[in-house]
Nanobody
């Protein structure tokens, strides 16, 4: 069984920084893209950043220059370094990964971690 476990959310003041982590575990053959999405109250879940297994990255325009996604493929872990945080970054952040097992090649989601940016 595959699991994605996130950590690193919390309360931070505007202008501050947080680092999210997401580790995949279980019977994993390999992992394709890994990324972060976020969902604010009353809004849809939107892509924040994604990184391919080959190291290519893509970001939402709203976070370019402030957030950095990175991966440690040996640890099946993806990170999101968030700097210069703004109140509008407040949301539940979800990790997503395209994971191949012996039986399937499917997207998996983490449980979500709350990020609140407020003074």
């Amino acid at each position: 069984q595959v699991q994605l476990v996130e950590s690193g959310g919390g309360l931070v003041q505007p202008g501050g920084s947080l680092r999210l982590s997401c580790a995949a575990s279980g019977s994993i053959f390999n992992i394709g893209s890994m990324g972060w999405y976020r969902q604010a109250p009353g809004k849809q879940r939107d892509l924040v950043a994604v990184a391919t297994s080959g190291g290519m990255t893509n970001y939402a325009d709203s976070v370019k220059g402030r957030f950095t996604i990175s991966r440690d493929n040996a640890k099946n872990t993806v990170y999101l370094q968030m700097n210069s945080l703004k109140p509008e970054d407040t949301a539940v952040y979800y990790c997503n990964a395209q994971i191949r097992t012996d039986y399937s090649n499917s997207p998996y989601w983490g449980q979500g971690t709350q990020v609140t940016v407020s003074s």
